[in-house]
């Protein structure tokens, strides 16, 4: 069996943006808080949306529920870094 | 990567349903269980990727379509777990001669289909996290028609007949299989997970996660890595 560590929130986040936009991992460590998503990067449809919030509740290990989401959750990086670190600390 | 892909079929239900076949002359071939919904869609390039590339290491593959998805006649509104277990028994009856099976995410929900099975599992995902994804699609585009619904609502929904999700009809069996569905214990199995994931894995491949991406892509770095532990698994 081979061995991984457990990702930060924040890593998680920067490796499904990673999948999602077919970015390497250079491109997205320059992902700043500031960075815009929803609206500013055409591959974050709403069914890329609906897949980046699965992949993140299986590798976070957490659940999100339907009124967590909404549109300020997507406006930024850090919004979303954020999101996922509340997640994950309850 | 000029090799010889041939389209034939298996016969399931009176339907005749698409298999795609590569390297049939080899003394090993496999069948390959795609992932399900829009992630079969996606991942597509990089399955027949990977047959090209066993076929260089002498290694056959079996592709199957299953009913009710791609091109196929069956009503897609009848299609389940269980329809998709029953079809691809049927395919391995008429075309699989070892018990060789590789199955990729969903896929690996429906791939305990025969006796003593010698499996290969990439990236398996839970039926319910297929289903969560599916849902938050529906929900973001009636919302996006100015309509409120929840995921509760949608299972009543298909509970009561049927429910569209992502334009994928699913029965209330459909939806209710899905919901509980987890890789099946098996005996034999080498699990094949991506860099990155915590879990324990026989394996860990570097690579993307091309099921989460918009548009249907390749990543042949891999593909190839998928097909050299496949062909290292089954010589051993």
Known sequence: MSENTELTPEQAVRAVMQDILGLDADQVAAFTAETELFGALPELDSMAVAGLLTELEDRLDIMIEDDEVDGELFETFGNLVAFAEMKAAE | ?236
């Open chain 2, 1 to 236: 990567m000029n090799v010889e892909l041939e389209h034939a079929s298996y016969q399931f239900e009176g339907y005749d349903e698409l298999c795609l076949k590569s390297g049939q002359n080899h003394a090993h071939s496999i069948l390959l269980i795609p992932p399900l919904f829009d992630e079969m869609n996606r991942m597509r390039m990089m399955l027949v990727d990977v047959m090209r590339m066993l076929d260089r290491k002498a290694i056959g593959c079996i592709l199957p379509d299953l009913p009710g998805t791609n091109e196929s006649l069956f009503p897609s509104e009848k299609a389940n777990l269980t329809v998709w277990k029953q079809a691809l028994s049927q395919c391995c009856d008429q075309h699989l001669e070892g018990r060789h099976i590789v199955s990729f995410r969903g896929g690996c929900l429906i791939d305990m289909i025969i006796d003593k099975p010698i499996l290969w599992r990439f990236a398996p995902v839970n039926g319910n996290s297929l289903l969560r994804t599916m849902m938050r699609a529906r929900i973001a585009s009636d919302k996006e028609a100015g309509q409120n619904v929840t995921m509760d609502q949608l299972a009543n929904e298909a509970d009561a007949a049927m429910v569209n999700l992502a334009g994928n009809l699913l029965s209330g069996q459909a939806f209710a299989e899905l919901g509980d569905a987890v890789p099946a214990d098996a005996q034999s199995t080498r699990l094949a997970l991506l860099q990155g994931r915590s879990q324990p894995a026989d394996i860990h491949l570097a690579g993307s996660a091309l099921w989460l991406r918009a548009e249907p892509e390749r990543d042949l770095v891999l593909s190839q890595a998928v097909a050299d532990d496949i062909a290292d698994w089954i010589s051993a």
